[in-house]
């Protein structure tokens, strides 16, 4: 019994692999179709698909590119926006500088001109005051000599020639 279960299996096994391959022809049209298949989808799906992933890497590719262009021409820019400014602070620095310098030296010359200016109201004061001195001296000794005449005619109630009198003034004036 043993020998006829195992025929009976393999005749079965024999019998469901022969049902699992199709036949030759059948076989050969399933690869045809299958190979149309493959070849309608490569021209209708993978082509178009790698096309579009092409223009796709491109287009990013470019934004990429156009991205570190426009990040140089920043850098550029920046840098020279940057250089600018440091040389407008210089040159700030240098008319604060010049301006410090003129101002001193308008300063300084202002000084000189006032102490000029001064030594010279001084020098003037000076001289009107020894002139008003002289002149009020000159009229005082003119007052003191008339008094002094007048009172010594009165004393003396004679009468002194002019000559005389000028004589007692000049020496009176010179003393």
């Given at each position: 019994m043993h020998?006829?279960?195992?025929?009976?299996?393999?005749?079965?096994i024999q019998k469901?692999?022969?049902?699992?391959?199709?036949s030759v022809p059948m076989m050969v049209a399933t690869l045809v179709?299958?190979?149309?298949?493959?070849?309608?989808?490569f021209f209708l799906l993978y082509k178009p698909?790698?096309?579009?992933?092409?223009?796709?890497?491109?287009y990013i590719q470019s934004n990429i590119d156009q991205?570190?262009?426009?990040?140089?021409?920043?850098q550029d820019k920046l840098k020279e926006a940057n250089d600018k400014l440091t040389q407008a602070h210089q040159e700030a620095n240098?008319?604060?500088?010049?301006?410090?310098?003129?101002?001193?030296?308008?300063?300084?010359s202002y000084t000189a001109k006032a102490k000029i200016e001064s030594k010279r109201i001084l020098e003037e004061a000076e001289l009107d005051i020894k002139q008003q001195r002289d002149s009020l001296m000159e009229d005082s000794k003119n007052n003191i000599a008339k008094a002094a005449s007048e009172l010594s005619r009165q004393i003396l109630k004679k009468e002194v020639s002019k000559k005389t009198e000028s004589e007692i003034i000049d020496k009176f004036l010179e003393s």
């Open positions: 020998v006829v279960y195992k025929d009976t299996l393999g005749a079965r469901e692999l022969s049902g699992l391959f199709p179709a299958f190979a149309i298949v493959i070849l309608i989808l698909i790698k096309k579009s992933i092409k223009a796709r890497q491109d991205a570190k262009q426009t990040n140089d021409l920043s240098n008319l604060v500088k010049n301006a410090k310098v003129r101002a001193e030296k308008v300063i300084i």
